[in-house]
C-alpha cells in the first residue's frame, strides 16, 4: 500500500478562486512529480521536485507554482482556477530517479 | 527521447479469458519498464517491473509481462481474466533525462464481460 496521500479527492470550485492541492508522503522519498491527466491521453509532468526548496516545472506548460519547504509535503496551487484547470491531479514520488513512481489516490478538479 | 505506444484504447474480453495488453517502447534498451493499473477514480498502482536481464516478469493479480527486445515489446497478460481487472492499464517507461520522471503510454482501458 503506497503511502503517499492527496487532498482533496474531488473539488468544485468557481473561476477566480484560489485553490491549493495537497500531497504528502510518508516514504521518505527525495523526488516528487505532479502529473496532469485527462482522459484518453498520457499522463503529462507538470512539475517536479529533486529535494527540498527544488522546484521545476516539467513537459506540459501549467499555471499552477509547487513548492517544497519539507520533504514529506509538496502542494501545488492555482492562484486563479479557469475551466481550463479542469482535470485529474495525480502527485507521486519515488526513491530514486528513473524508477518506479508510488502514486497518490489523486484530486479531480472542476472548475466551473 | 524514450516513449512508449500501447496499441488499442480499449479492449474486451470475456471473464475467464486470456487477456493481452500490448505495449512498444521506442529507442535503445530500457533499464526499467514498468505496467500500472488504474481502477476507477483511484491513482495509479504498480503492477510489475522490468528489470535489465529479465525476460518474464511476473507482477500482482496474477498478472506478467513478457520482454522482446528484438520485438521492442513488454505485452501484459493474464491467462484468466476477472471481473476484477476492468481497470485502465499504462506502460511507463524512464524519461532517462534530468527530469527523472516515468514516460506513460495513452492507457489502455479493459473491460471483462461476465
Known amino acids: 500500500e503506497a503511502d503517499i496521500y492527496q487532498t482533496p479527492r474531488y473539488l468544485v470550485i468557481g473561476t477566480g478562486k484560489k485553490i491549493t492541492l495537497e500531497c504528502s508522503q510518508t516514504m521518505g522519498h527525495d523526488k516528487m512529480y505532479w502529473y496532469q491527466q485527462d482522459p484518453g491521453m498520457e499522463l503529462h509532468l507538470i512539475h517536479y521536485?529533486?529535494?527540498?526548496?527544488?522546484?521545476e516545472k516539467g513537459d506540459l506548460s501549467s499555471e499552477s507554482t509547487v513548492s517544497r519547504i519539507r520533504t514529506e509535503h509538496f502542494p501545488l496551487t492555482l492562484e486563479s482556477a479557469r475551466p481550463s484547470h479542469t482535470s485529474q491531479y495525480l502527485c507521486?514520488?519515488?526513491?530514486?530517479?528513473?524508477?518506479?513512481?508510488?502514486f497518490g489516490q489523486g484530486t479531480r478538479l472542476t472548475v466551473v | 527521447a524514450q516513449s512508449v505506444t500501447q496499441l488499442g484504447s480499449h479492449v474486451s474480453v470475456s471473464e475467464g479469458a486470456l487477456v493481452l495488453l500490448r505495449c512498444n517502447y521506442s529507442s535503445s534498451v530500457p533499464p526499467y519498464l514498468f505496467w500500472y493499473v488504474q481502477y476507477p477514480n483511484q491513482g495509479l498502482q504498480l503492477l510489475l517491473k522490468y528489470t535489465t536481464g529479465a525476460t518474464l516478469v511476473k507482477g500482482i493479480n496474477g498478472f506478467e509481462a513478457e520482454f522482446k527486445k528484438s520485438e521492442t515489446s513488454f505485452h501484459l497478460t493474464k491467462p484468466s481474466a476477472h471481473m476484477s481487472d476492468a481497470a485502465e492499464y499504462f506502460c511507463a517507461v524512464p524519461s532517462g533525462g534530468s527530469q527523472g520522471n516515468l514516460i506513460f503510454g495513452k492507457g489502455t482501458k479493459l473491460s471483462v464481460k461476465p
Open positions: 521536485s529533486y529535494g527540498v526548496n527544488s522546484t
Open positions: 507521486a514520488s519515488s526513491l530514486t530517479m528513473n524508477t518506479e513512481a508510488f
